[in-house]
C-alpha cells in the first residue's frame, strides 16, 4: 500500500481483530509510512479468520453413497410402462373442430 501523503510504501504495524461487528472478519490495521512517518488506520475485512487466532478444523470424510437398487427398475420395465406409447393428435384435426370465431 502506498502513502496517501508522499507516495511511498505503507509499513503495517499493528492488527487488531474488531469484535464489535455483527460478522467476524474485520480487523483494525495501522500503517507507518517508510519516508513521511505519516500513520493511517485502516478497517479492513479479511475473508478468513488468520490462521494463528484459531484452531485448524476437523475435516470430515462424508458417509459412503450405497447404489440404487435395481429390483424396482426391473418390475418396471417388465410391467411396461415405459413402453406404452403416446398417441397425440394432430394439428391439423384438432383445428377443424373448433368454432369459427364469428359466433
Do not use: I
Not at 58 to 65: D, F, S
Amino acid at each position: 500500500m502506498r502513502c496517501m501523503a508522499c507516495g511511498a510504501e505503507m509499513v503495517l504495524m499493528n492488527v487488531v481483530q474488531d469484535d464489535t461487528m455483527a460478522v467476524p472478519g474485520f480487523e483494525h490495521q495501522t500503517f507507518t509510512c517508510s519516508e513521511c512517518q505519516d500513520v493511517e488506520q485502516r478497517l479492513v475485512f479479511t475473508k478468513q479468520d488468520r490462521e494463528s487466532d484459531t484452531e485448524p478444523m476437523l475435516e470430515q470424510a462424508a458417509p459412503p453413497v450405497a447404489p440404487a437398487s435395481t429390483v424396482q427398475d426391473e418390475r418396471v420395465a417388465a410391467s411396461g410402462l415405459l413402453s406404452c406409447p403416446v398417441q397425440t393428435a394432430s394439428v391439423e384435426a384438432t383445428q377443424t373442430n373448433l368454432p369459427s370465431p364469428s359466433g
